[in-house]
Nanobody, 126 residues
Framework: QVQLVESGGGLVQAGGSLRLSCVAS????????MGWFRQAPGKEREFVAS????????DYVGFVKGRFTISRDNAKNTVYLQMSSLKPEDTAVYYC???????????????????WGQGTQVTVSS
């Protein structure tokens, strides 16, 4: 089972930026699509962004388009989420996740991911 470890969360003022990182164990990282999700208190976990194993294709939920960028460095087994123009409503625990099988292009469905990190807290103050 792959292990995913997120980092980079913290407290930032509205309009600020953060870069989240997620390091994965294992040698097959480049074969798997990855995604970022978030969960705010009292709300369901929701999709934020995804990226294919090669990094060639990315997908975003509408409310982060133009503000967030997902990327990956397969040499470092790491996927990133660069977040800019942060808003208080972006406050949540952010999770990275790996798709259920190799060479599968995940989308926004939680059921398409079967490995999850522990999450990193992002708090945006107004």
């Amino acid at each position: 089972q792959v292990q995913l470890v997120e980092s980079g969360g913290g407290l930032v003022q509205a309009g600020g930026s953060l870069r989240l990182s997620c390091v994965a164990s294992g040698v097959t990282f480049r074969s798997y699509g990855m995604g970022w999700f978030r969960q705010a208190p009292g709300k369901e976990r929701e999709f934020v962004a995804s990226i294919t194993g090669s990094g060639s294709y990315t997908d975003y939920v509408g409310f982060v388009k133009g503000r967030f960028t997902i990327s990956r460095d397969n040499a470092k087994n790491t996927v990133y989420l660069q977040m800019s123009s942060l808003k208080p409503e972006d406050t949540a625990v952010y999770y990275c996740a790996r798709v259920v099988r190799p060479f599968f292009r995940g989308s926004g469905r939680i059921s398409e991911y079967d490995s999850w990190g522990q999450g990193t807290q992002v708090t945006v103050s107004s």
